[in-house]
């Protein structure tokens, strides 16, 4: 079992929509991170949070420590936020540094 | 502020064939992580270095890959000899430090083992 799972794998939806991914991971974690990765390859972090909620314009990202569980939300959703979204927990080792086990990610598609 | 810079872009190479990659973190970025991503799945963590010493190496497949981090700064991954599955974009990222912070990631190098 992978220590994390993201759903849906995939995600079409069309201009205008409220967008939610979800992640659920089976650890004990020091932070989790969504990042966006558009086709080409380049990744960019949008959130690390350990508790709670973060929002950034239309980017809103929660998360539940008691139940292992974090959601991205994309409101007013538009065809330039179609890209791969990554969940990635931070699992501290014994020498302090934090190791990012990443999920096989989300593939939005937003249609005009 | 420069962001991480990786070479090459592109590299297409026959198999039992060696290559090398480069990375060129933002200064003053202590942290440096190399990873693997193949087609379809999240990136997989093959080293992370602290200024020069490594501080997890435990998924690199040390027989074949190796990897250097001299001054700390600039740091090279290599490959030698390559394999088929080895083709995937290897992805440079650094950081301020150890823990809980902000990875800042290249825009990787992708490779095709033929």
């Known amino acids: 079992k992978n220590e994390v799972e993201q759903s849906p794998q995939n995600l079409t939806a069309q201009e205008g929509e409220f967008i939610t991914i979800n992640c659920s991971y089976s650890?004990?974690?020091?932070?989790l991170h969504w990042l966006q990765q558009h086709p080409g390859g380049g990744i960019v972090s949008l959130f690390m949070?350990?508790?709670g909620k973060k929002k950034h314009g239309r980017l809103i990202a929660t998360i539940n420590i008691q139940e292992k569980h974090s959601s991205l939300h994309i409101t007013a959703s538009h065809p330039r936020d179609s890209a791969v979204y990554i969940c990635?927990?931070?699992?501290?080792?014994?020498?302090?540094?934090?190791?990012?086990?990443f999920g096989k990610g989300t593939k939005l598609t937003v249609n005009p | 502020e420069a962001g991480v810079a990786q070479s090459p872009r592109y590299k297409i190479i026959e198999k039992r064939q060696s290559v090398a990659f480069w990375c060129n973190p933002i200064?003053?970025?202590?942290?440096l992580y190399w990873y693997q991503q193949i087609l379809g799945q999240g990136p997989k963590l093959l080293i992370q270095?602290?200024?020069?010493?490594?501080?997890?190496d435990s998924q690199l497949p040390k027989d074949r890959f190796s990897a250097e981090r001299l001054k700390g700064v600039d740091s090279t991954l290599k490959i030698q000899p390559a394999k088929l599955e080895d083709s995937a974009v290897y992805l440079c990222?650094?950081?301020?430090?150890?823990?809980?912070?902000?990875?800042?990631f290249g825009a990787g190098t992708r490779l095709s083992v033929l």
């Open positions: 990222a650094s950081s301020v430090a150890l823990a809980k912070n902000i990875q800042y």
């Open positions: 650890v004990g974690i020091s932070a």
């Open positions: 949070l350990s508790s």
């Open positions: 990635a927990v931070g699992l501290l080792t014994q020498g302090g540094s934090e190791k990012l086990v």
């Open positions: 200064s003053g970025h202590a942290t």
């Open positions: 270095f602290q200024n020069n010493g490594v501080v997890d």
